[in-house]
């Protein structure tokens, strides 16, 4: 899921880009700091949207660096385990399949594949039902539900399942662009 | 306890499901934050994107993988592209006091059915929510409504 | 209202859960000495029959060291079953809550002395949560039957690897990392073997079969499991079914349950204390506390063979023993019958005597046939237990699981637990009237509290400071 939230953080200006850009240097440097990493905690940083404060500035000792706080907010992807979402089949193998849900990587282990789907190897690797009527390949777009997340310092990965009522293939032709 | 059995446990408490991400985000400032149905979110990429292009020779340099795949991903899986249809479906689903969470996973998922709502977000069916199958339903009639007029 | 069916929950849960569980200091060996299984289950029962108590008195009362008790009462706190609460106390502190014993009639005057003379001295207190344990035990079960639910169903359950050539496990998580572009499978990190899903690794190990019906064997025993579980765990779940819209007891915190026990004395008077004890269950719930239920007797009946030989001897009291030739020693007045002298004097009677001879020959032989009997069923047990302790070693994966559920049921065995239960209900919680043996009692008292004054000393793993003001 998509958040919008509000973040701060302690940005280090060197005195060189003092002046009369002094925000804009902070909040490229802001942009350029964070936008595109991971936090456990917060999951990964999309896009920030605006700068809602910039604090005093706190010289330090010695170095000549300021210290500013500043606070802003930002679209943040965060996946939770229970959640159901959409993802696009990203490889298919004997184990399972991943897939890709925006930033995260999911990956959805055989036995949480419904058990009237077998495998089928070759040069599009495949799960498929036995009448053929359902098949989940490369690019696919599924329907999972997120059972376990690991949630590192600087990355997230999921377990999901479509072994459950209303997940798997999306066979609304309309839902996707 | 680690934080995975609290998950558990709020989960066991109050139900299956979305519920316990509530509760699970009140450890960090998910408390506050707003939700996002992929809809929105393609809008607010797709203007900040804009953005760059208008200050920066080559948007591309600035942008980051994290914010590419976000945005093929938005933009794949929005059940809503019209900007008033984005702006009726929040309007819609705010009328049946809905969590954040819960209103962006319908919005996003645009179940056709009471049973397929329930099935993906079952905290509406949870205790105390009041919310009967005819309101659900109502409910999707009206989101349907939304994208037939799209 | 009353405290017995809550009580019953505590038994059972004790025996379903705690049985097993050895109690040992974080810095012994595991493999240390004594094994103290079954402690738990005293303890637990102990509580049952008070409601706040010392935790010194406690630990005389059961004869256990204050350390050991304290270790498991910290458990008990762990596991949400007890609350303690820790109190500086000066003598008059400890005479507050002694004249609230002794409010409900209890015998433990002996102790007070002593407690007057130290001066500020730190006390634990504990009393049993029913409320909480009520929800623990229903959370527990809960958890235990979904845990194998999820597995049955597939849902839920992260998928853990093993590689069959160096052992090194993986979860579902490192997917990612065990990628190989060159074929469909994963691949050790570590020798690059192709890993096997655990799942379907145990089935066909403990089926000895390919990996065709590997899940649905798994699938089999864990139905099996969940069976068990339900049939093994049938008491509880009564018990749990009939507590369910009962208010469960609440003592209230130490200082108000002392206030209370305080004023129920004064209106009744010292003089009706004593009579009050005499009748525990009749003053019940209803307002006056009493903390102790008479005195601590945990008689522990081994077996149901020792208990009837009590019962037996008990029948025939007047019956006089004949005292084996290397009891009699010189000076000692005996009879002859005792001496074993009586057959020549009294030939008439020898027919009849002869007949009591078989009497007692014939209920030796029962006693013999039930010894016999229990022994084989104890065997028997033994052996299943064995069998499910090797099964549940090839279950690595499942190592919770079964703990969770081999903990309880697995050395249960249908029958004997139900004996057990017998027992119960006619010896072991058979309550002492609070008179009996208070001489020898006190002197015992007195002469642990050296010993316990002294340990507490030494004694700060509760994290709280001993130390005497």
């Known amino acids: 899921m998509f958040f919008h939230i509000t973040l701060e953080r302690n940005m280090q200006l060197h005195p060189r880009h003092f002046g009369p850009h002094l925000r804009d240097k902070l909040v490229a440097k802001l942009m350029k700091d964070v936008e595109g990493t991971c936090s456990g905690r917060h999951g990964f940083v999309v896009a920030i949207t605006g700068v809602e404060d910039i604090g005093k500035g706190l010289i330090r000792e010695g170095t000549g660096f300021v210290t500013f706080p500043v606070k802003y907010q930002a679209v943040v992807f965060r996946p939770f385990k229970g959640e159901i979402l959409e993802a696009v089949v990203t490889m298919v193998n004997k184990m399972g399949f991943f897939a890709e849900a925006g930033p995260v990587q999911i990956f959805v282990s055989n036995h949480l594949i419904p058990d009237d789907m077998e495998f089928q190897s070759g040069d599009m690797p495949n799960y498929t039902t036995s009448d053929g009527s359902v098949k989940i390949q490369k690019d696919s777009e599924v329907r999972l539900k997120i059972i376990g997340t690991r949630v590192d310092a600087t990355e997230i990965f999921c377990i999901g399942t479509i072994k459950d009522d209303f997940l798997g293939v999306i066979n609304d032709p309309g839902a996707a662009a | ?150 | ?469």
Not at chain 2, 60 to 72: A, R
């Open chain 3, 1 to 469: 209202m009353s405290l017995e069916p809550f009580n019953r929950l505590v038994k059972l849960a004790a025996r379903a859960f705690y049985d097993d569980v050895t109690i040992k200091g974080e810095n012994q060996p595991k493999t240390g000495r004594g094994d103290n299984r079954g402690m738990a289950v005293i303890v637990l029962d102990a509580l049952t029959r008070r409601q706040w108590v010392r935790e010194e008195d406690l630990a005389k009362a059961l004869k256990l060291h204050t350390k050991q008790l304290r270790r498991a009462l910290r458990f008990f706190e762990e596991e949400k079953l007890v609350t303690r609460e820790h109190r500086k106390e000066s003598a008059k502190g400890a005479k507050i809550f002694n004249a609230a014993i002794a409010a409900t009639g209890d015998s433990q005057q002996g102790t007070k002395e002593g407690d007057e003379k130290m001066k500020m001295h730190m006390h634990s207190y504990c009393c049993l949560d029913y409320a909480q344990i009520h929800d623990v035990v229903r959370y527990r079960m809960h958890r235990m039957k979904k845990k194998i639910k999820d597995e049955l169903d597939s849902r839920n359950t992260i998928q853990e690897y093993i590689c069959p050539n160096c052992g090194r496990r993986y979860s579902a998580f490192d997917a990612l990392q065990l990628v190989s572009m060159d074929d469909e499978y994963f691949h050790c990190e570590n020798c690059n073997g192709e890993l096997v899903a655990e799942s379907d690794k145990l089935a066909a190990e403990e089926m000895g079969d390919g990996d065709d019906n590997a899940r649905r064997r798994r699938r089999e025993k864990l139905k099996d499991m969940l069976q068990k579980m339900e049939e093994q765990l049938k008491p509880l779940v009564l018990q749990l079914a009939r507590v369910k819209d009962l208010p469960a007891p609440e003592f209230g915190n130490l200082q108000a349950w002392e206030a209370r026990a305080h004023a129920a004395a004064q209106a009744s008077g010292d003089s009706n204390a004593g009579d009050s004890s005499k009748n525990p269950q009749a003053q019940g719930y209803s307002g006056t506390p009493m903390p102790f239920l008479g005195e601590t007797r945990v008689e522990v009946a081994l077996s149901g063979v020792e208990a009837k030989e009590e019962i037996e001897l008990d029948t025939k009291p007047t019956s006089i023993k004949v005292l084996p030739p290397w009891m009699i020693k010189q000076g000692m007045n005996l009879t002859k019958e005792q001496r074993g002298e009586v057959k020549p004097d009294v030939k008439v009677e020898q027919s009849s005597f002869s007949v009591d001879e078989k009497k007692s020959n014939m209920d030796k032989e029962d006693e013999k046939s039930l010894q016999d009997e229990y022994l084989k069923a104890y065997y028997a047990a033994l052996v299943k237990r064995q069998e499910e302790q090797e099964a549940s070693k090839k279950v690595p994966q499942d190592v919770e699981l079964a703990k969770n559920v081999s903990e309880a049921p697995f050395e249960r065995h249908v029958g004997m637990k139900s004996k057990r239960e017998g027992d119960n209900d006619d010896v072991e919680w058979e309550e002492e009237a609070p008179s009996t043996g208070n001489s020898g009692q006190s002197y015992r008292l007195a002469d642990l509290n050296v010993e316990a004054d002294a340990s507490d000393h030494d004694d700060d793993e509760d994290g709280i400071d001993w130390e005497e003001g």
């Open chain 2, 1 to 150: 306890m680690s934080g995975e059995e609290e998950e558990n446990a709020a989960e066991l408490k109050i139900g299956e499901g979305e519920r316990c991400l509530i509760s699970t985000f009140s450890f960090a400032k998910f408390l506050k934050a707003k939700c996002l149905m992929n809809c929105e979110v393609a809008r607010i990429l797709d203007h900040k994107y804009d953005q760059l292009q208008q200050t920066s020779d080559d948007p591309t340099n600035q942008i980051s993988q994290v914010f590419e795949k976000s945005m093929q991903y938005v933009k794949r899986f929005s059940r809503y592209k019209n900007p008033d249809a984005v702006r009726q479906v929040r309007e819609v689903l705010s009328r049946y006091k809905l969590a954040e969470f819960e209103l962006c996973v319908l919005g996003n998922l645009c179940p056709e059915t009471v049973e397929e709502a329930i099935a993906i977000v079952p905290s509406i069916k949870s205790k105390g929510r009041m919310l009967e199958d005819e309101a659900i339903e109502k409910m999707l009639h009206d989101l349907s409504l939304i994208k037939k007029f799209e």
